[in-house]
């Protein structure tokens, strides 16, 4: 039967910030998504690395449930059980002493970048302002965040936009030592570039990050809204290199697909912010909350985090045998399951193409800019799935390289 709900209503009601795909999905169990007409996807894009334990996970659903039939909201004129869980568990998992609580990366970063400018101000005085980023990095769509980003393409319409920021070649050791001063209050980097090509940052280049901070008196905020929640094999990516940051921003995986952000700090700098500091209407809420206990409970388990490194393994090596017979990929790179297969010259600009084709092969991927095709599946896919999107996506890079 028909549905009525059709694709052409975002057209006609919804204001054009996206450009969906031509089908709609209504059905989603585990890495399978089926459209209006029944047909099956696998899926790579996980929601933008948002759908860590895949969709309609049956333990997640409990837990929402379980907070469901108790309280949805409070406000934050009170606490809750499940945000004190929750908090608890973030703070004895990883460097930070306190957490703050909000609903989506950009908040997540905006707040890290609002405390460490109180932080300097507060310590240090007014000149202690300067924020420095890095080129092609992504850090949400706010004002304040799409001006710390280093994608002029996203923030140079909304112009006058924040000062005092710096934008950095990323990996470049002597351009950071050059530029940090004593004005500098904060450095923000994704240990992964993620929307700008999937680039891993170099251990020797986090760690000089590191060490320049401390000589100037500057906060490391690591941006891990992609990269955490056992995206890279690590409940937090900060801990295979050996680099803890001052500020840590979570969302995406951290929900498991319910709106969840988290800034995570060392005590001395958490307490620069007050009572009327900063805030948040639905950030804490029980059941995000709720459901971010239990994503965290089920993927910082050793065995869960190493099943992530094996399944990376596979997806290089089907992506690897799929590249020798097709010469579509110049580098596959990536950690975990965060992976960016960049365009050879000749396809340069169609990464868009190869996704719009792959679709119709019955694969959901993802593009990290114009020339990477970038996946970021569930984190526990299962071997079934991944034999299944690698077919389709051979499907589709027949039809790419034939066209």
Known sequence: MLNTIQ????????????????????????????????????????????????????????????????????????????????AKSLVENTFADKVFFCNSGAEANEAALKIARKYALDKY????????????????????????????????????????????????????????????CAVIVEPIIGEGGVIPAEPAFLKVLRELCDQYQALLIFDEIQTGIGRTGYLYAYEEVGVAPDILTSAKGLGGGFPIGAMLVRQHIAEA????SHGTTFGGNPLAAAVA??????????????????????????????????????????????????????????AKNLTNIAAEEGLIALIAGPNVLRFAPALNIEQQDINDGFSRLESALRRFVQE
């Open 273 to 276: 912010f007050q009572p009327g």
């Open 7 to 86: 694709r052409n209503w975002f057209d006609q009601y919804m204001v054009p910030c996206f450009s969906p795909a031509n089908f709609i999905p209504i059905v989603a169990k585990g890495s399978r998504v089926w459209d209006q007409n029944g047909k099956e996807y696998v899926d790579f894009a996980g929601g933008v690395a948002v759908n860590s334990l895949g969709h309609a996970n049956d333990e997640l659903k409990n837990a929402l449930n379980f907070q469901m039939e108790n309280m949805w909201h409070i406000g934050n004129g009170y606490t809750n059980e499940p945000v004190l869980k929750l």
């Open 125 to 184: 005085g007014n000149h202690k302002n300067e924020i420095i980023s890095f080129e092609n990095s992504f850090h949400g769509r706010t004002l304040f965040t799409v001006t710390v980003g280093g994608q002029p393409k996203y923030s140079q319409d909304f112009a006058p936009l924040p000062q005092q920021i710096t934008h950095l070649p990323f990996n470049d050791i002597d351009a950071i030592k050059a530029r940090i001063s004593e004005k500098t």
């Open 293 to 350: 206990n239990k994503v965290v409970e089920l993927v910082n388990q050793s065995e869960f985090l190493a099943g992530v490194q094996e399944r990376h393994h596979e997806f290089m090596r089907q992506m690897s045998e799929l590249n020798q017979r097709y010469q579509v990929f110049s580098e596959l790179r990536g950690k975990g399951l965060l992976l960016g297969a960049e365009l050879v010259e000749k396809y340069q600009g169609k």
